[in-house]
């Protein structure tokens, strides 16, 4: 994430974590830690002579759904219903580019991550295989079973000087309110918007922030959660439509801006994130790929209205040309996919140790390109059940939860879920208990109950 890019260290949240560029002060688990921040246990000494910190967190925690499937539904990370998770081990290190307001400063980052997380934050050619394996993108290849494995979400070196900085490497999108660290939200599950949003880039991202209330990015990255996989010009996926501009290129660019108010209470980010990406044509080989323009848009509205309340928003559209699959409604150009959503969030902060929180999400897959289950199962070599079909339609997630602190180092994230899904004529159906008996397999429902804990520890 590029969220600090270009502040001083004093800037910088208490937990060393570059939360979402748009992330309010009193919402999320970082956040809203008391003024003194976590206790923290790790000491690297050499690390430390050089400006690195060192620290860390643990999630776990389970859910499940009231129809009795082993996944539930479209909840990707905390998916496995009544199976305790170890979500995310995290150990990072990080120097923060700290120019003082003038002259060059250095730094950088890497995280590794162990849990059941890890398989959606996978890039190819470095924790994931490279694309054409079962014609299907990022298979984890750090995998120690299904459920766990291990993944470098982060490795990046920053240069900077006065108000601009320059990041080199692999790190999370700056795109959307969610984000992947745990420490980094208030829910123990995920918007659909954040789901369906590029974990990770790879590339060369820069920021000017010529004054308190104005950052600007733009940058080049390799593609959608790709470290060094190229275009398939030769194989059993090879690009069938190599005369489309670029085709042979995975580049693409992100820039965008967020301004703030002059009290820091308002905030706007505005993300756009464009480049060729892939779509398989089948799943045997020689069935060969297309290639087309994917393109992201997505805005991000804080505001703090009082010293208790909070209100986000965000909305989002995106469309993949040439994307293998029929049109999904009358006057869509044939071959092109696409989707959006709106969601808010509020949260209200009874004390320093409780604040509840609520999310409203309406996101639409038209084509059912994007939402696929069990993605887990996907995500394993030889299993191509991405042909069985997504799910085409509107989803909508409403969640009520609480955060509970009862110290700096310690967050309990409580949370009750309904979902509910309407089908384009002909759709897949999400929910019930068909979901993960077989690759690929749909359900028979329309709406699920969910209700789900997770506890933090950060180190």
């Known amino acids: 994430m590029l969220g600090m890019v270009g502040l001083r260290a004093e800037d910088a949240p208490l937990e060393s974590l570059t939360a979402s560029i748009a992330a309010p002060p009193s919402i999320g688990v970082e956040a809203t830690t008391a003024p003194t921040g976590p206790k923290r246990f790790i000491s690297a000494g050499m690390l430390e002579d050089r400006g690195f910190s060192t620290f860390g967190w643990i999630e776990a925690g389970m859910g499940a759904n009231n129809w009795g499937s082993p996944f539930n539904g479209p909840i990707v990370m905390a998916d496995r219903a009544w199976q305790g998770q170890v979500n995310q081990m995290v150990v990072a290190t990080e120097r923060v580019a700290d120019t003082g307001g003038e002259g060059w400063a250095w730094g950088g980052r890497a995280d590794l991550l162990m849990g059941t997380d890890s398989i959606f934050t996978t890039a190819r050619g470095l924790d994931a295989f490279l694309y054409p394996r079962d014609a299907i993108e990022n298979v984890a290849s750090w995998a120690f079973t299904k459920d766990y494995g291990l993944a470098l979400p982060q490795l990046?070196?920053?240069?900077?000087?006065?108000?601009?900085?320059?990041?080199?490497?692999?790190?999370?999108?700056?795109?959307?309110?969610?984000?992947?660290?745990?420490?980094?939200?208030?829910?123990?599950?995920?918007?659909?918007?954040?789901?369906?949003?590029?974990?990770?880039?790879?590339?060369?991202?820069?920021?000017?922030?010529?004054?308190?209330?104005?950052?600007?990015?733009?940058?080049?990255?390799?593609?959608?959660?790709?470290f060094s996989d190229s275009m398939p010009l030769q194989g059993p996926w090879a690009i069938v439509n190599r005369s489309y501009p670029g085709a042979a290129s995975t580049a693409g660019f992100i820039g965008g801006a967020t301004l703030k108010s002059d009290d820091g209470r308002q905030s706007l980010a505005l993300i756009t994130i464009t480049g060729n990406e892939l779509s398989p044509l089948g799943p045997q080989p020689g069935d060969g790929s297309l290639v087309g323009n994917r393109t992201l848009v997505s805005t991000v509205y804080r505001n703090d209205v009082t010293d208790r309340l909070?209100?986000?928003?965000?909305?989002?559209?995106?469309?993949?040309?040439?994307?293998?699959?029929?049109?999904?409604?009358?006057?869509?150009?044939?071959?092109?996919?696409?989707?959006?959503?709106?969601?808010?969030?509020?949260?209200?902060?009874?004390?320093?140790?409780?604040?509840?929180?609520?999310?409203?999400?309406?996101?639409?897959?038209?084509?059912?390109?994007?939402?696929?289950?069990?993605?887990?199962?996907?995500?394993?070599?030889?299993?191509?059940?991405?042909?069985?079909?997504?799910?085409?339609?509107?989803?909508?997630?409403?969640?009520?939860?609480?955060?509970?602190?009862?110290?700096?180092?310690?967050?309990?994230?409580?949370?009750?879920?309904?979902?509910?899904?309407?089908?384009?004529?002909?759709?897949?159906?999400?929910?019930?208990?068909?979901?993960?008996?077989?690759?690929?397999?749909?359900?028979?429902?329309?709406?699920?109950?969910?209700?789900?804990?997770?506890?933090?520890?950060?180190?």
């Open 156 to 226: 990046y070196a920053d240069i900077a000087y006065a108000d601009t900085n320059l990041r080199f490497g692999h790190c999370y999108c700056i795109s959307g309110y969610e984000q992947v660290p745990a420490v980094a939200n208030f829910f123990y599950t995920h918007a659909y918007s954040m789901m369906y949003q590029p974990f990770t880039l790879t590339g060369m991202i820069g920021s000017w922030k010529p004054d308190d209330g104005l950052t600007v990015y733009a940058g080049i990255h390799d593609g959608w959660n790709n």
């Open 310 to 459: 909070t209100y986000v928003a965000q909305g989002d559209t995106a469309w993949q040309f040439n994307s293998a699959l029929p049109a999904g409604n009358l006057g869509q150009q044939p071959g092109l996919a696409q989707w959006y959503s709106f969601v808010q969030w509020v949260s209200w902060k009874f004390d320093e140790r409780w604040t509840g929180g609520a999310r409203l999400e309406y996101f639409r897959d038209i084509n059912g390109y994007l939402v696929y289950l069990p993605y887990r199962n996907l995500a394993q070599a030889g299993n191509p059940g991405y042909w069985s079909g997504g799910f085409a339609g509107n989803f909508w997630d409403f969640t009520l939860g609480l955060n509970y602190r009862p110290n700096t180092n310690w967050v309990f994230r409580p949370e009750l879920r309904y979902d509910w899904f309407t089908p384009n004529e002909g759709a897949n159906r999400p929910y019930g208990r068909g979901i993960g008996q077989g690759i690929g397999t749909s359900g028979d429902r329309l709406g699920q109950f969910y209700a789900g804990c997770d506890a933090v520890f950060q180190f």
